[in-house]
């Protein structure tokens, strides 16, 4: 398995392909995005239900930079070059990093079972909703 560490390496090992553009797809995705996370903002985040919104929340963050990339032409098929094209296309390290760390904590949840204390789970919970807001905010950009 390839551990890619940049966009440019991600190209090179064929995680991430030049495909053509797609726009209904991309408010396909986006509109799934929106309607989870609707349905989210309508569930009372509890100890027992924290890591699991959490996890809702990310798929969200993931459908988002999915429609991101395909408007550029990509797809890519693992979340570390997602990662990189925000870092390494966008510049928006902050993003890059915001979107690590739920990676990170996504990994360690769906992988490894282990689950986050409350204010862990509630911290990415806030990290992933500031990351869709700003996704959004770019996708509405290359729309118009």
Request: charge should be neutral; include cysteine.
């Given at each position: 398995?390839?551990?890619?560490?940049?966009?440019?390496?991600?190209?090179?090992?064929?995680?991430?392909?030049?495909?053509?553009?797609?726009?209904?797809?991309?408010?396909?995705?986006?509109?799934?995005?929106?309607?989870?996370?609707?349905?989210?903002?309508?569930?009372?985040?509890?100890?027992?239900?924290?890591?699991?919104?959490?996890?809702?929340?990310?798929?969200?963050?993931?459908?988002?930079?999915?429609?991101?990339?395909?408007?550029?032409?990509?797809?890519?098929?693992?979340?570390?070059?997602?990662?990189?094209?925000?870092?390494?296309?966008?510049?928006?390290?902050?993003?890059?990093?915001?979107?690590?760390?739920?990676?990170?904590?996504?990994?360690?949840l769906v992988y490894y079972g282990r689950k986050m204390?409350?204010?862990?789970?509630?911290?990415?919970?806030?990290?992933?909703k500031k990351l869709i807001t700003?996704?959004?905010?770019?996708?509405?950009?290359?729309?118009?």
């Amino acid at each position: 398995m390839n551990k890619e560490s940049t966009w440019e390496e991600c190209l090179e090992t064929g995680a991430s392909l030049k495909v053509t553009p797609n726009k209904s797809k991309v408010k396909s995705l986006m509109d799934t995005a929106t309607g989870r996370v609707q349905f989210m903002t309508e569930t009372t985040i509890k100890e027992s239900t924290a890591n699991y919104i959490f996890e809702s929340y990310y798929s969200s963050v993931l459908e988002l930079l999915h429609a991101l990339v395909l408007m550029q032409g990509y797809k890519v098929s693992n979340h570390l070059c997602l990662g990189y094209y925000l870092r390494d296309i966008l510049g928006k390290d902050h993003l890059f990093r915001l979107f690590d760390d739920g990676r990170f904590k996504r990994n360690s949840l769906v992988y490894y079972g282990r689950k986050m204390d409350f204010e862990t789970a509630q911290l990415g919970i806030e990290k992933s909703k500031k990351l869709i807001t700003e996704l959004n905010s770019l996708l509405e950009q290359e729309l118009r």
